[in-house]
């Protein structure tokens, strides 16, 4: 090639127009056949579509302790625990995995759960403790 042919605009634009064409090939074939693959397994997407059950509502008044003990709250499906293991091994170990995951998320929020309750414990035992020192300055001010 000679010199002025390698500095031709349409031998530029020839290059330019193909990478895009091989660009925009590439992105509509992701686009059209990408999206068709993206149904998921059965247990998966069975998650994905339940909404989380709240854990307190504000709107109810305080029942009994014996009430709400009888009443727990459903932190996992049961249905996971009954369903057949799959016969695929990756699969079964995606699931093991899954599982493990879960358990480790109810741990660190009991642990959570149990550490607010000694923080509360402890803050009501502050505040009756002022109080009986505000109790105790007022009468000795009367």
Known sequence: MTLDQRNSPKLLLGITGGLVAIIALFLAYQWFFATSNETLPEHEGA??????????????????LAQTEQETIQLVDEKILKEAVPEN???????????????????????????????????????EEQIKLLEAQLAQKQ
Not at 47 to 64: G, H
């Open 47 to 64: 998650s994905l579509t339940a909404p989380a059950k709240p854990a307190v509502k504000a709107e109810k008044a305080p029942e009994p």
């Open 89 to 127: 091994e990756s699969l079964a170990k995606e699931e093991v995995a899954k599982l493990e995951d879960i358990q480790s998320q109810l741990n660190e929020q009991e642990a959570m759960l149990k550490a607010q309750h000694a923080d509360a414990d402890e803050l009501i035992a502050l505040k």
